[in-house]
């Protein structure tokens, strides 16, 4: 029989009993659940405490009977049965020793109980250097002796603890890798061990014959049946039985578990710790104090323990965070930004002359970014919205009333591609409105740079366009208003402070190529503003995706054929991890010749890749863009933003090395007018798991939809890219887990900012976590 906890039992008794209230079960229902659950319930707890049966008992005998009494009773009861479960855990399922609180976190880790000179060097390997690091080094898992599995009682693909004798070892080389094997049993049953290429284990598993051990781990089923755990931990029974949670450290070798959890143990209590949230947060919010939470974190009473730990913790990671973003806005504001006069004629005289209508969520976007550049406040902005949103027109509006107001406005771009697009479909507009307009690239001669840099001093140009250079070059403006920063992901809100003119605060309007999930815009933009731009021009069709086998290519190449005899174009993308990576540009360079020259000898096709120069890779767009190219085949250097009307096939080869939110962005390139964009997906080799994803993303119609997906399955870091990501280091909290914390994080330190006089220590850690990287200015 399985052992049913008083935890879970609680966890679903809280369950039925909402329901019953709900009126989605009867009080019956609650009855025959009492009653069908009872003998299950074993629990060391019990057993240990004789005060935990006792009320336990109580809180039964008072359900009971709800049955049979009159319903307003039973509602009564029903009502404080919920609370009785609430005190029922904060009494017996949450634990913290008392604190002697003798040591301060910095000492160092040579004066914690249990290290000596061997083991300060140990725990240096691990990063842990004084009793801060100690009580932070938060365990990578737990294995729960509370609840011991017999091995006829375990199901497979689950993570269990069972009890068993070592009977058997041995080492097998196989062509790969050495693998241990133990077999270990109690009684008549039997399960199997394995270690891949762990040779020491069978000398650790040797001295352990015959010996009963814990074995914890993920048992999976083996072929004929037999039950397996991969690399388990396997730890001896030992004189008295341990029956708790017990926390699982990464370690190094010369230190095990047991060592390690007694080093902690031993010192955690021993720990100045101080409180920084405010009382009335933790009640409100009903949170753990810090002590237990942090006792709670590496030895829990319970799962419900480590829950309300994890919380805790990762509630005040976040806390920390936006107040850190809401100071930085604060300072920025401090300083004061410029009140701009719009009339708005010129932006009317630009949208008439537009071939289309502005979205309502384009004409949205719009008034924020107005209202913000009117406003005393700087701007700090950031404008979201799927690929083919229209942003650019957006941008370009912002630009004109600041232009309108008297101002010179800054346009960046993450590559000279793109700075050149933008150049291209920008200018022309604003010249016809009188604004003059320029290009200013890395490669941009130097006399023409000078040329460029003089007339923006002296405002005979009014709109720079160029890449980071822009920043990095010491250009001078007569009369600075606005930056727009187009980015795939962060750069440049960091160096605001060099956007500071005439001692006031540019407005800033950051753009994403891809759309960025909530949680995580608020992570990495949590100092801006935002507007989103959620629908797309009307008519506009999205691309059909299709996955389509690597065998079967020949149709897609047919495809294509066909598609440019009727006057589309196609991009064939193959991906390219590194730009710089020569063996990768030389695969797409041999494909280029086989595809050139043989599959479309009869067609134009240009080849574009990262290592050609900064003007072999315009001409290549241009031509690509003037149709003198049909077919282009490159790597992802057209990922951002590139925007070629005539496109309609999209072909992707080996798409599971690109991130989801990557392949929306490519396949965005496509279908970019009124005729119907393709989008092929050309699978190899690859394992159910990768083509569950790509399945799901070729249904898949909107960015931001793709974007939680693609963050709840690869994490923030691959997410944004690890080159160039602005993410925080956040130790517990957990983004896709996090997201409802997260919020009310967010409403929390908005409440606090007020609030900064009483809670003078939080603000203070604040600044020592953050202040260098959100360069708050003590004002
Ligand atoms: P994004 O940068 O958001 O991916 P773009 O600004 O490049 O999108 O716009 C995509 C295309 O849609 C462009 O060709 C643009 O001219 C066109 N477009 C923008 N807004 C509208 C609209 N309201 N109606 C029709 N077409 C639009
Ligand atoms: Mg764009």
Request: glycine share 6%; charged share 30%.
């Amino acid at each position: 029989m399985r052992p049913l906890l008083v935890e879970e039992f609680l966890e679903e008794f809280e369950t039925v009993i909402k329901k019953v209230q709900n009126k989605e079960l009867s009080v019956k229902d609650l009855e025959n659940f009492i009653g069908s659950k009872l003998n299950l319930i074993h629990d060391p707890l019990l057993e240990l405490e004789p005060v935990a049966q006792e009320r336990f008992n109580q809180m039964i005998d008072y359900a009971k009977p709800i049955a049979s009494l009159p319903p307003e009773r039973a509602a009564v009861r029903l009502k404080n049965l919920l609370s009785m479960v609430e005190k029922y855990r904060n009494w017996f399922l949450i634990n913290c020793p008392v604190f002697e609180e003798t040591k301060d976190p910095d000492t160092p880790i040579k004066y914690a109980k249990q290290v000596g000179p061997k083991r300060e060097k140990l725990l240096a390997k691990l990063e842990i250097k004084t009793l801060k690091d100690l009580v932070w080094y938060v365990p990578r898992d737990y294995e729960d002796r509370r609840k011991i599995v017999p091995i006829k009682d375990i199901r497979g693909d689950e993570k269990v603890t069972t009890l068993a004798k070592i009977i058997n070892v041995e080492t097998k080389q196989t062509f790969s890798m050495p693998i241990t094997v133990a077999v270990a049993a109690d009684g008549i049953n039997q399960v199997l061990l394995k270690w891949f290429n762990q040779e020491y284990m069978q000398k650790v598993l040797e001295t352990l014959k015959g010996k009963e051990v814990y074995i914890t781990g993920v048992v999976k089923r083996g072929t004929f049946g037999s039950l397996e755990f991969t690399n388990p931990e396997v730890e001896p029974k030992g004189d008295t039985q341990v029956l708790e949670i017990l926390p699982v450290y990464s370690l190094t070798e010369g230190l095990s578990q047991k060592q390690m959890r007694n080093i902690v143990k031993e010192n955690i209590t021993s720990i100045k710790i101080k409180e920084t949230l405010p009382e009335w947060l933790i009640q409100e919010r009903k949170l753990l104090d810090i002590k237990t939470a942090l006792y709670g974190i590496h030895f829990p009473k319970s799962m419900y323990h480590l829950k309300k730990s994890i919380e805790r913790l990762a509630y005040e990671e976040l806390l920390i965070l936006q107040l850190a973003f809401l100071l930085s806005k604060q300072t920025i504001e401090r300083i004061g930004g410029i009140s701009k006069n719009i009339k708005g004629e010129l932006a009317e005289k630009f949208i008439a002359s537009l071939p289309f209508k502005l979205t309502n969520a384009q004409i949205k976007a719009h008034q924020e970014i107005r209202e913000d550049m009117q406003s005393e406040k700087p701007m700090s902005r950031l404008l979201q919205g799927d690929v083919g949103s229209g942003k650019t027109v957006v941008a370009q509006l912002a630009v004109i009333d600041n232009f309108e107001a008297g101002y010179q406005a800054a346009i960046m771009a993450p590559t000279s591609i793109l700075a050149i697009q933008h150049y291209r479909r920008m200018a022309p507009a604003f010249e016809k409105l009188g604004i003059k307009t320029a290009l200013l690239l890395g490669e941009t001669s130097p006399r023409e740079k000078e040329k460029i840099k003089s007339f923006l001093k002296t405002g005979q140009i009014d709109v720079i366009i160029g890449t980071h250079t822009l920043i990095q070059e010491d250009v001078e403006f007569a009369n600075l208003g606005l930056v727009i920063i187009d980015e795939q992901h962060r750069f440049g809100v960091r160096q605001r402070e060099a956007l500071i003119s005439k001692g006031k605060v540019v407005d800033v309007l950051v753009m994403t190529a891809t759309p960025i999930p909530r949680t995580l815009a608020m992570t990495i933009y949590g100092d801006l503003d935002i507007s989103i731009i959620d629908e797309l021009p009307p008519g506009r069709k999205l691309p059909k995706t299709i996955l389509i086998s690597a065998s079967k290519i020949d149709q897609v190449y047919d495809f294509v054929k066909n598609e440019v005899k009727n006057g589309g174009q196609a991009y064939i993308v193959y991906p390219l991890i590194d730009e710089s990576d020569k063996v990768q540009a030389k695969a797409a360079t041999q494909m280029f010749e086989h595809l050139a020259y043989e599959v479309f000898k009869d067609f134009k096709v240009g080849l574009l890749h990262g290592r050609m120069s900064q003007i072999e890779k315009d001409r290549i767009m241009e031509s690509f863009a003037n149709r003198e190219i049909e077919i282009l085949v490159s790597t992802t250097v057209i990922e951002v933003g590139i925007d070629v009307p005539g496109a309609t096939v999209m072909v992707i080869e080996n798409p599971e090395r690109f991130g989801l939110a990557q392949l929306h962005q490519l396949r965005g390139r496509v279908g970019r007018s009124e005729k119907q964009g393709y989008c092929f997906l050309v699978v190899g080799n690859v394992d159910e798991e990768t083509l569950e994803r790509l399945r799901y993303f070729a249904m898949s119609k909107d960015g931001f939809e793709v974007a939680e997906y693609d963050l709840k399955l690869r994490g923030p870091g691959e997410f944004l890219g690890l080159r160039q990501h602005g993410l925080p280091d956040l130790r517990i909290a957990d983004l896709t887990r996090d997201r409802d914390l997260l919020i009310l994080a967010r409403k929390d330190a908005e409440k606090l900012l007020t609030k900064r006089e009483e809670n003078k220590e939080l603000f203070e850690r604040v600044e020592r976590l953050y202040g260098e990287r959100l360069k708050l200015v003590k004002v």
